[in-house]
């Protein structure tokens, strides 16, 4: 799902702020759409005990804006999911979403594109992408360190190293600051961490969002239809009546916790039925953007962000569509 917020965007899984700084580069190999960035380590994380949950420092990747762009910014937390138990924690720490030290360079496309035609509206921003190597969506701070298995769960230190960076080289000037904290409003009625999830804390964010995300999310209808061959169900048709009913019944639920369209300025929408995960890399360029009512999730989002037009969009059809363009793969 993306969530933005004019002050501070966020593109929840899982999230971005789109902010507005001036920050020195880090290496960058460019092609037409696609090119490659490699990780800056926030070295100075590590005396302040924001690791990642190897120990290894935490890293985040740059590319600066240009042209009228250079003063506008998209910065991204990473998403990848959290580690469930100790062993499945300690598989993470040995990857790139446990440890800087596996981190290779990565692509940046879609909404991360310096291509003009491809991503008109964002092409010559600042970007940033903050790695993922917690287990715990930037929200850990556990002291202790069982010596038995070196895991360290400090999401929540890794996030406000890598910020307190980006605030020593230029962050601090930014248009729209925010603050990062989950709202009173929201932990004054539930558990704070329900307030983590979209669906509880959409409520007591005063800023205006915008939603984008498929119905039929593919991780969400792996973990509904688990044990299923969900793909080959979607993809050929083959969906018993059962599993078509549950699939309507995920969808349902997820509409139900959507914000009402009474006011699409605060809360901009745009949630489509392709069987996918997130649209904002992969599915960003025009010949290949997911379309609803004739408009495509780019177009829509940037009328929104840019006060264009204000639209709620939501596909009526009540069954996914399989993710078949050719060359994009089923995490895009």
């Known amino acids: 799902m993306m969530m933005v917020t004019r002050s501070l965007q966020l593109f929840v899984s899982l999230v971005c702020s789109l902010t507005f700084i001036t920050i020195e580069c880090a290496k960058v190999t460019q092609s037409p759409n696609i090119y490659n960035v490699t990780k800056t380590i926030v070295h100075s994380a590590v005396s302040k005990g924001a690791v990642c949950l190897d120990g290894s420092p935490p890293a985040y990747y740059f590319v600066p804006g240009f042209g009228e762009g250079v003063g506008n910014w998209i910065v991204q937390l990473s998403g990848g ?41 964002f092409y010559n921003w600042n970007k940033v992408i903050i790695a993922y190597c917690d287990g715990g969506s930037f929200t850990g701070d556990v002291e202790y360190v069982d010596p038995a298995t070196n895991l360290h769960f400090r999401g929540a230190r890794i996030f406000t190293a890598v910020m307190d960076e980006l605030l020593a080289k230029g962050l601090k000037n930014a248009k729209n600051e925010s603050a990062k904290t989950l709202p009173k409003s929201c932990t004054s009625k539930m558990k704070p961490e329900l307030c983590l999830f979209a669906e509880n804390i959409q409520q007591d964010i005063k800023t205006p969002i915008f939603i984008l995300m498929s119905a039929f999310d593919n991780v969400e209808t792996q973990y509904t239809l688990e044990g299923s061959n969900i793909y080959e169900c979607i993809d050929h048709g083959t969906c018993t009546t059962s599993q078509n009913n549950t699939l309507k019944e995920m969808r349902s639920d997820f509409l139900n916790a959507l914000p009402k369209g009474t006011n699409p300025k605060h809360r901009g929408v745009f949630i489509d039925v392709v069987h996918h995960h997130t649209s904002i890399i992969r599915r960003w360029t025009p010949e290949i953007a997911i379309v609803v009512h004739n408009v495509s999730a780019p177009k829509t989002f940037a009328d929104w962000y840019f006060d264009r037009n204000y639209t709620y969009l939501i596909d009526e059809r009540d069954l996914p569509l399989p993710n078949l363009i050719p060359n994009v793969t089923y995490s895009s």
């Open 81 to 121: 999911a959290w580690c469930k138990n100790v062993t499945d924690c300690q598989d993470r720490s040995n990857t790139d979403k446990g440890s800087s030290k596996h981190m290779g360079p990565i692509p940046f496309q879609g909404i991360h594109s310096k291509n003009q035609t491809a991503n008109p509206d």
